[in-house]
């Protein structure tokens, strides 16, 4: 079937529930890094990333640490804070202790959507790819260990700047466009931060042949769904659903029938 639309995913809060594991990894970075003054809690956590900055988890550790330091009265250029030790602490509690484990939190990881929802995106002619601020092999190892995918589009951390660059987007557009027959299909990204709804904005701005479409969706961790919705909403989604799968064919329908 000739693809009518491009869907684009983001991973994590997306694909998988990451509160047990990347946001766990984010709390037990921050706690350790401050000697166990401080660790975050989800609230905290989500009200730094809806600032739209903070998509890099080892970036929002960083940032949560510094600002508990600039609290207590300590400039930011007197915190000693060694990035690289951070991101190996950040990845053992997420990975493991080695980089081929996979014994750490990224075990305790949720599916939120199944491979017959991709299915029916392809039978109904989207075409659909990933675009996400994970590494490579924390993606893939959700997108072919745990669906069963074989191959599919994969832009991950590795291969573009963190969002809201939209370079990452348009790359993964650019890998679904040799499926397409037309030109400018329309293109919905879903994501569950600002930052993902802001790389749509940016997307738009520099390709704006094309109609692009913000969907948000609600991280299951999240406890103040009705401000969350706002914040998404603000960020210029045009659409929140609780769950990926709620991105149906026909509902992907209504919303290009009304731009």
Known sequence: MKPSAIVVLDIDGVVRDVKQSYLRALADTVEYFTSGAYRPQLSEIDTLKSEGLWNNDWEASQEMIYRFFEAQGQPRPTIRLNYEALVAFFQARYRGPTPESWTGYIQDEPLLLSSNYLTGLTHSGIAWGFFSGATRASALYVLEKRLGLDS??????????????????LAAVQQLDEWAVEADLPVFYVGDTVADLYTVQQAQAMERSR??????VIPPH???????????????????????????????IALLSMK
């Open 222 to 252: 999240v406890q103040d769904r009705l401000g969350y919705t706002a914040y998404l909403q603000e960020a210029g989604a045009a659409v929140v659903l609780d769950n990926v799968e709620q991105l149906t064919p026909e509902r992907i």
């Open 152 to 169: 599919p589009v994969l832009v991950a951390m590795e291969d573009a700047p963190s969002k809201p660059d939209p370079t990452g987007l």
């Open 211 to 216: 109609h692009w479409i913000g969907v948000g």
